[in-house]
Each structure stands twice: as C-alpha cells, then as structure tokens.
C-alpha cells in the first residue's frame, strides 16, 4: 500500500471526524483504539473528545493502567465504567454470538454517558481487517448507529501501526488485544473463575518474555499460543518445567503448546 493511498485514507479519516461536534470513544488501550482516540483529539481538540474505558473481568487488569498513560498523554478526559457481562446470561453461557450480546450492552452505557454528556457522537476502532474474520459484535454497532471512523475510512491494521509510529505513539507495536472469554471454545460457560486462572496464565508467559500470549481453556488442558519463531524458547528445558509448573498450580492437568503458534480469532476455526 503505496504512502499516498496512507495519505488519502488519514485524510478522509480526519474529515469524517472532523463532521462530528463532539465525540465519545470507546477506548481499550490497544493499537486501533489509541490511534482512534490521538487522531479525534487532534481534529476536535481536547475539549470535544471522552475516552471511555470499559473495566470487566473479560478484560485483562493489567491493561487498565496503560489505557490511564495514554488518555493522559493525550491530554484528554478519561472515565473509567465497571460492566460486567457475566451478569448477562446470554454472555455467560458463550453462544457463537457472545460478542453481539457484549456490545449491546456496552455501547448501551456509553450512549446514556454520551446523553449526560451531550455528546453527539460514539465511536470505536473496528478497521477494514475486521470485516474478515466472525465478529457479531458487528451487528450491535451497526443496530446502534455506532461510527467506525478507522474502517470508514478504509485503514487496515497494517496502516495503522505504521501511522501510530510515526505519531510517536507506544502501541504502534503492542500485541493485538482480545478479551478472556475468546480463550474459550463457544459452549463453554464463562466464569469469574476461568478468567482469572486464563489472566494468571498469560501473565505468567508475559513475564517470560513472550512478546503475544494465548492460552487457550480447554477444561483441564491448556493450549498455549504464541508466535511460531518463539515456540522454541518455550520447549526449551528449564522455560517448558517453569510453565508447566505454574499451569498445574493453577488448576489444569494438562499442559500443551499449539504448533500453529498464535493466531488471532482461532476458536472460530471450529465454525
């Protein structure tokens, strides 16, 4: 994709944007949303512009202080909301539409914060890659008239990364996010309890020195992803005794690496 193509994109980006009065964001931290939330507040300025961040126990915790760095380097107003989704049974119970279920009542929030606001317009970070893999999550902010600037404006997450680096912003080459409950095959019921054992685990793998973490729940056996020139250094003796160790102590009886290595979304290759 040539610069100038980049060049149109981020312009069109800016003009959609730019049409908004004022502009809530739904704000995870991670590469799309940050890149979303610098480009609104150097359209609209900061005075336009509420970063929203979801606190949840699908999300990880240690995600929450990064996302408190960044609005404030951004100089812009940050609120954080507690939802929890476990209290949805639709949610809970993990159909392949769970992520519908999720945003409804997400977006639900940040349109009555919006009202109390008055501000006119909700935003989130879904970009044209997006469109390619099973996301219902779609279809809520479809339903309620949600704007997607990034993919309206035809920015892949290629773009975007390189875009967020030259801003100077740190997550131009952060892992991809997706939340704890993408670690379990549809079915599954969704509990406080296999969050935090899934949280434990992938945190544990990060203070490894792994630089993208999946750990997969399957009941009693853990199906660890990460990226496939990294797979090595996790058989490696003492690393692979470590991770073993850890994963028993946290409640799973088996503990296996997935040869693919990591990708994003692979619970839905059952689909």
């Not at 990064?66 to 476990?86: N, T």
């Not at 056996?221 to 003796?237: H, M, W």
């Given at each position: 994709?040539?610069?100038?193509?980049?060049?149109?994109?981020?312009?069109?980006?800016?003009?959609?944007?730019?049409?908004?009065?004022?502009?809530?964001?739904?704000?995870?931290?991670?590469?799309?949303?940050?890149?979303?939330?610098?480009?609104?507040?150097?359209?609209?300025?900061?005075?336009?512009?509420?970063?929203?961040?979801?606190?949840?126990?699908?999300?990880?915790?240690?995600?929450?202080?990064?996302?408190?760095?960044?609005?404030?380097?951004?100089?812009?107003?940050?609120?954080?909301?507690?939802?929890?989704?476990?209290?949805?049974?639709?949610?809970a119970a993990n159909p392949v539409n769970r992520c519908y279920h999720c945003k409804r009542e997400l977006f639900t929030e940040l349109k009555e914060i919006a009202r109390k606001m008055n501000l006119s317009s909700i935003a989130?970070?879904?970009?044209?890659?997006?469109?390619?893999?099973?996301?219902?999550?779609?279809?809520?902010?479809?339903?309620?008239?949600?704007?997607?600037?990034?993919?309206?404006?035809?920015?892949?997450?290629?773009?975007?990364?390189?875009?967020?680096?030259?801003?100077?912003?740190?997550?131009?080459?952060?892992?991809?996010?997706?939340?704890?409950?993408?670690?379990?095959?549809?079915?599954?019921?969704?509990?406080?309890?296999?969050?935090?054992?899934?949280?434990?685990?992938?945190?544990?793998?990060?203070?490894?020195?792994?630089?993208?973490?999946?750990?997969?729940?399957?009941?009693?056996?853990?199906?660890?992803?990460?990226?496939?020139?990294?797979?090595?250094?996790?058989?490696?003796?003492?690393?692979?005794?470590?991770?073993?160790?850890?994963?028993?102590?946290?409640?799973?009886?088996?503990?296996?690496?997935?040869?693919?290595?990591?990708?994003?979304?692979?619970?839905?290759?059952?689909?």
């Amino acid at each position: 994709m040539g610069l100038q193509s980049i060049g149109h994109k981020m312009k069109r980006l800016k003009e959609i944007i730019g049409k908004m009065d004022s502009l809530l964001v739904a704000f995870s931290g991670g590469v799309d949303s940050s890149f979303l939330l610098k480009v609104a507040r150097e359209t609209l300025g900061p005075a336009k512009v509420v970063a929203v961040t979801a606190r949840s126990p699908v999300y990880p915790k240690r995600e929450y202080a990064a996302a408190r760095k960044l609005a404030e380097g951004m100089d812009v107003q940050h609120l954080f909301i507690d939802s929890d989704e476990l209290d949805l049974p639709q949610f809970a119970a993990n159909p392949v539409n769970r992520c519908y279920h999720c945003k409804r009542e997400l977006f639900t929030e940040l349109k009555e914060i919006a009202r109390k606001m008055n501000l006119s317009s909700i935003a989130e970070g879904s970009t044209v890659d997006d469109e390619k893999d099973f996301r219902p999550g779609m279809r809520a902010i479809r339903e309620m008239s949600i704007r997607s600037p990034l993919r309206e404006a035809g920015l892949n997450k290629v773009e975007i990364r390189s875009q967020s680096r030259e801003f100077g912003l740190p997550t131009w080459n952060k892992p991809s996010l997706a939340c704890l409950a993408s670690r379990l095959p549809y079915g599954d019921r969704i509990t406080i309890e296999v969050l935090g054992q899934i949280e434990e685990a992938e945190q544990f793998l990060i203070g490894l020195g792994f630089s993208q973490v999946r750990v997969r729940h399957h009941g009693k056996t853990s199906r660890i992803e990460v990226p496939p020139e990294e797979i090595v250094l996790l058989l490696e003796s003492n690393t692979r005794t470590r991770v073993v160790d850890k994963l028993k102590a946290i409640g799973f009886t088996y503990v296996t690496v997935d040869l693919q290595g990591f990708r994003s979304g692979s619970m839905n290759e059952v689909l």
